[in-house]
């Protein structure tokens, strides 16, 4: 039944009052502690512990993407697509060694501050209108429509009103700026991995009950035997979802740039911790790696308990979509529709935190970029410190309002929207992580061999895209770098996976880079390198210790399930 009840909405009416009213606490007992005014609204300056860093990164990158699409994902093809969270939590820990370091070092507070230190300003200004338009014209649309889809699916309420709801939730919160960003998210990671294993909980009854049993290890050990296919980690050639998780790739290749620039080179996720010192920002990071390898429980299980009940005849006509054509990404939101009342209210919390926490984190990032990158260095650049948090709350609001209105508009549920996000910020990302990467590590890197990674990289990974419709990739599907893909008028046609594609553009970027660094130090263009003490990458023998424990874990799961 697509809709709540009276104990619903009670407890959902809980959640909204516990969050505002800690998110008012949050803001008027720190409102008079403040170092910097900008600083403070936008970074938290000095004032975010290890734990609320660890789940701002985690409430900020769980939404609707991973909720819906993700757990879509599970339905279609299974534990597979959990190799963006677990490869994610191996990925944070070298990032908290490696990255952030080098950020704090230099005093980073900005993605597009640290392009323009090791580079020039030009390559900064470029960058920081790439991820604006990014952040803005993907990100954000695609949160705010995949939520309301998902909230729609579940409540009744109408689609639009559902996005305005959730634009404006999220705009209180991030009126407040990170402090109440950051400590909010603490109580919204708690609905939702509380919420969300009381899913997958009752999701797993479910499919015990189909073999007339109850219980989570039952209906776990029926999906293990019904949909063995379903739990595998690495896709042979010729599985259909090879082009989506392209065998060892998901190891070796485009997964790392993947999850690399995402974590390590994102404005979005850094911004949790660049307000921190060394110590606390590792300790958050790692705790955020922790609550990683939890996350497939919460998102993936469910979409695959889906697939399982579909398969023996259940939730045929309630996965079906608007167009009558059953869609994968209705999985979660059907599920929570067999939810008893209360525990569906305690659900749809859960979902709503993931929503706002990744909307007002998202909007946060982008007032920071545009307030301190572009108004702040190009604009104003008298502007005081109140013009300045003036400036980022509003464009808060801009941001948001532009949101709402093209989301409708970008066809986002047709694609399946995680792969709508990965593949097109993937037109940008390898280029991105290639300038960073030797930014950080190799003193020679030019401004202008990271004026080509800025541009041709994105030049690079069209070219790749559209390649097959200009020649004939059946030469390179021996390999495994080309495969059959459907198109939209049912032909067929040879296509480099898009994680491959990224592959490919990454190391080009990197090998033309090195080209155009020495040029230009033969030229006498003398190159600005990042002050680097190579004692900043030592960590404490906490921090090791967990790290091991995740790297173990991790060899565990791949090792059960490859």
């Not at 070092?105 to 580079?119: A, D, G, H, V, W």
């Not at 508009?409 to 792969?419: A, N, Q, S, T, V």
Request: charged share 10%; hydrophobic share 50%.
């Amino acid at each position: 039944m697509n809709s709540l009840q009276l104990a619903d909405y009670m407890v959902f009416l809980v959640y909204f009052f516990i969050v505002a009213g800690y998110g008012y606490s949050v803001y008027i007992r720190k409102k008079t502690q403040s170092i910097s005014a900008s600083h403070d609204y936008f970074l938290a300056e000095g004032s975010l512990t290890w734990w609320a860093i660890g789940t701002s990164l985690i409430a900020s990158n769980i939404s609707s993407e991973q909720f819906i699409a993700m757990s879509g994902n599970g339905f279609k093809m299974g534990l597979a697509i959990a190799t963006y969270e677990w490869m994610a939590a191996l990925t944070l820990i070298i990032v908290a060694v490696f990255f952030i370091p080098v950020y704090l070092k230099n005093k980073i507070y900005t993605m597009p501050q640290f392009l323009s230190e090791r580079y020039n300003e030009n390559v900064a200004m470029i960058m920081a209108v790439f991820w604006l338009l990014l952040y803005v014209i993907v990100n954000l649309t695609s949160i705010l429509y995949l939520g309301a889809l998902a909230i729609n699916g579940i409540s009744g309420i109408d689609l639009t009103l559902c996005m305005y709801a959730l634009a404006f939730f999220a705009i209180v919160i991030a009126l407040g700026g990170m402090k109440v960003i950051g400590y909010t998210d603490v109580v919204q990671v708690v609905f939702l991995i509380f919420g969300g294993l009381v899913t997958t909980y009752l999701a797993l009854d479910k499919v015990a009950e189909l073999n007339g049993q109850h219980g989570i290890v039952q209906g776990f050990n029926y999906m293990m035997n019904q949909s063995g296919d379903h739990f595998h980690m690495i896709f042979k050639k010729d599985n259909p979802n090879f082009p989506s998780l392209p065998g060892l790739t998901v190891l070796l290749g485009g997964m790392w740039i993947v999850n690399l620039n995402y974590w390590g080179c994102n404005q979005y996720i850094t911004q949790r911790a660049l307000g921190a010192d060394l110590k606390t920002a590792r300790t958050g990071i790692l705790f955020a790696a922790f609550l990683k390898l939890l996350m497939p429980v919460i998102v993936v299980l469910p979409g695959i308990a889906a697939y399982v009940i579909y398969s023996k005849g259940g939730l045929q006509t309630e996965m079906l979509g608007p167009d009558g054509v059953m869609n994968p990404d209705r999985s979660y939101p059907v599920l929570l529709n067999l939810l008893p009342v209360g525990l569906k209210g305690l659900s749809f919390a859960a979902l709503t935190a993931a929503v706002v926490a990744s909307l007002a984190g998202k909007v946060n990032s982008i007032s920071t970029i545009f307030t301190l990158d572009i108004y702040k260095n190009k604009l104003n650049v008298d502007a005081t410190e109140k013009k300045l948090v003036q400036v980022g709350k509003t464009t808060v609001l801009v941001s948001m309002l532009i949101a709402v209105i093209i989301a409708p508009m970008l066809g986002i549920d047709k694609k399946g929207g995680f792969e709508f996000i990965q593949e097109y910020t993937g037109f940008v990302s390898p280029g991105i992580f290639a300038m960073f990467i030797l930014g950080f590590f190799w003193k020679k890197t030019s401004s202008n061999a990271a004026m080509f990674a800025t541009i041709g990289g994105f030049v690079l990974s069209v070219i790749f895209k559209f390649l097959p419709n200009i020649m004939n990739l059946e030469f390179l599907s021996s390999t495994g770098f080309a495969t059959l893909v459907e198109q939209e008028d049912k032909s067929m046609v040879y296509e480099i996976p898009f994680l491959d594609r990224m592959g490919f553009v990454f190391v080009i970027c990197v090998l033309l880079m090195i080209l155009i660094s020495l040029i230009d130090e033969k030229n006498g263009k003398k190159a600005k390198g990042l002050e680097i003490d190579t004692n900043m990458f030592n960590v404490s023998r906490g921090f090791a210790v967990g790290a091991m424990i995740i790297g173990g874990i991790l060899v565990a799961l791949y090792s059960a399930f490859w």
